[in-house]
Nanobody, 117 residues
Framework: QVQLVESGGGLVQAGGSLRLSCAAS????????MGWYRQAPGKQRELVAIITTGVGITHYADSVKGRFTISRDNAKNTVYLQMNSLKPEDTAVYYCNGHTAAGSLYWGQGTQVTVSS
């Protein structure tokens, strides 16, 4: 089992920045990809960014490229999402995700990000 705990959400004005953190615990050696997803009211959950736990290959949704950066600190078992130049359309609940080679998925409880115009 893997436990994921997000933190760092909040209210920010458009153009501002936030950094989300996701602390992993449990059977973390089994995780090969970690990522951030978001879900806005009335919309489906969507991928924001992912990073491999090995060499750190990253992938971003087109909507956040150039503004968001995903990174990891393996020593702290933590993944970060640095969000710059935030827009009102970035408002959503952000979820941390862990994916294992065996195909298991783990989710955090989510953290609210609200961007005011």
């Amino acid at each position: 089992q893997v436990q994921l705990v997000e933190s760092g959400g909040g209210l920010v004005q458009a153009g501002g920045s936030l950094r989300l953190s996701c602390a992993a615990s449990g059977s973390i050696a089994s995780i090969n990809v970690m990522g951030w997803y978001r879900q806005a009211p009335g919309k489906q959950r969507e991928l924001v960014a992912i990073i491999t736990t090995g060499v750190g290959i990253t992938h971003y949704a087109d909507s956040v490229k150039g503004r968001f950066t995903i990174s990891r600190d393996n020593a702290k078992n933590t993944v970060y999402l640095q969000m710059n130049s935030l827009k009102p359309e970035d408002t959503a609940v952000y979820y941390c995700n862990g994916h294992t080679a065996a195909g298991s998925l783990y989710w955090g409880q989510g953290t609210q990000v609200t961007v005011s115009s």
